[in-house]
């Protein structure tokens, strides 16, 4: 079984090759507060960590105000729909014949076309006479190609640096990492082809401890080969970036009754406590989205990771945020306390040595992210009920690992963490 960072959708294209060389379409149908209470036998970890005026000798500095510019505004709920979505016209559906003339035009294949789903843009895998497969990307009308180039060339970076990392190689145009093709009309959209890669997504194997360890490494090698990527548009003011976590606040209500006071504890929290120890950690360009759905693996062997996908959420934040990211997503549910997050965790320290600053905030980094999860996508849903299944594929195991968190002791977390990172915790 093959997958890929997007599921296959209901319906199918299929070309057939007219006298104009055109393909034509077939179709197929087919209330608690967090970290609230001790466990048994948990031993403090004194806060004093948090103040101790530890420095980082690591060359990653800390990361300076983001700047604003025209083209990344402050952040309203309008413009949280525009971000996401070009205000509205980035899944506007392109034609297969559009399709053909431009990978023609661009890069002189021809092949069968295969639809996929995916939360915003167009996505086709495409499969050429001869069983190449490669996946198109087509982007919304409104996508800056600065950022579309940010994406490709973060996968070009990373290849280079770390040449056994699998991620999409990017196959060039006339040089070029991506084309404007000119679309029905007049409509110009951002176009990329990569290479497809083979797995099932990590979401759809059993988790294990060397699952999440591997994956925990995996993360950190993508870190490390992204230590020194710059671009343009790399400081992004983008929503799914955890230092940006308080403007997700005004989009709660969108939660149905009752279940926003949790995500609002979490939120306000951050805002007042734990943004202020997040400015001055390490800083780089991360991949800010390693999750299950974004991970491709051996079905013979779901410990390997055969793809890394979906640079989407690229952006410049603190290094942690991704450890975060990653470790709130592989929690076993059938395990007691932080299974799989101290497992990411370690595989992480294991290549790039974590900071105590860093190790102590990740408990709250973590419920951080679930809380932005539900309340994002909460929103968007009933903002775009007509994507809402896709949009809200994480939002049920976010709700989920918030409940099954929502009960152990802050210092406990933090001294686990410290455990699995193989650090001691001091006054």
């Not at 296959?8 to 299929?14: D, G, N, Q």
């Not at 309008?78 to 559906?93: A, C, N, P, T």
Request: with cysteine; glycine share 6%.
């Amino acid at each position: 079984m093959v997958q890929h960072e997007w599921q296959a959708a209901t319906m199918t294209i299929t070309p057939l090759n007219g006298a104009d060389g055109t393909m034509q379409t077939v179709s197929h149908v087919g209330s608690r507060s967090p970290w609230s209470r001790p466990q048994a036998g948990a031993q403090a970890v004194p806060r004093a960590i948090v103040g101790m005026g530890w420095r980082s000798s690591s060359s990653h500095k800390p990361l300076p105000p983001r700047s604003k510019s025209a083209e990344e505004p402050t952040m309203s709920e309008e413009d949280l729909l525009e971000r996401f979505d070009g205000g509205g016209d980035s899944h506007s559906q392109v034609e297969t014949h559009e399709v053909a003339r431009t990978l023609k035009q661009y890069w002189g294949i021809r092949g069968s076309l295969r639809s996929l789903v995916a939360e915003r843009d167009e996505i086709l895998e495409v499969t050429t006479d001869d069983n190449r497969r490669y996946v198109l990307k087509i982007y919304g009308a409104s996508e800056s190609p600065s950022l579309a180039d940010l994406r490709a060339r973060a996968c070009v970076h990373i290849a280079e640096s770390d040449p056994a990392l699998p991620v999409p190689e990017i196959i060039r145009t006339d040089g070029a990492l991506q084309a404007v093709a000119t679309m029905k009309a007049g409509e110009d959209r951002v176009v990329q082809l990569m290479t497809f890669l083979d797995g099932i997504p990590q979401v759809s194997t059993l988790k294990s401890s060397r699952q999440a360890f591997e994956i925990g490494k995996a993360l950190a090698r993508t870190a490390r080969a992204l230590a020194h990527f710059e671009h343009p548009a790399d400081r992004r003011n983008l929503v799914w970036d955890l230092a940006n976590a308080a403007n997700v606040r005004p989009l709660l209500p969108a939660i149905s009754s009752g279940r926003w006071q949790m995500p609002h504890r979490i939120l306000q929290r951050f805002e007042d406590r734990t943004l202020s120890m997040l400015s001055d950690l390490p800083s780089q360009v991360i991949h800010n989205d390693f999750n299950g759905h974004n991970l491709l693996m051996d079905p013979s062997d779901p410990t390997r990771i055969t793809g890394i996908i979906d640079f989407g959420d690229v952006t410049r934040s603190q290094r942690i945020n991704d450890v975060a990211i990653a470790a709130c997503y592989q929690l076993r549910f059938d395990e007691s306390g932080l299974s799989g997050a101290l497992d990411v965790a370690r595989g992480y320290n294991s290549v790039t040595t974590l900071n105590p600053h860093e190790i102590a905030i990740l408990p709250d980094l973590i419920l951080t992210r679930l809380a932005m999860a539900v309340a994002i996508t909460e929103f968007r849903a009933t903002r775009l009920p007509e994507r809402a299944s896709q949009i809200l594929k994480n939002t049920g195991y976010a709700w989920r690992a918030l409940s099954h968190l929502t009960d152990l002791d802050k210092n406990w977390a933090v001294d686990r963490f410290f455990a699995a990172c193989d650090k001691e915790t001091s006054s």
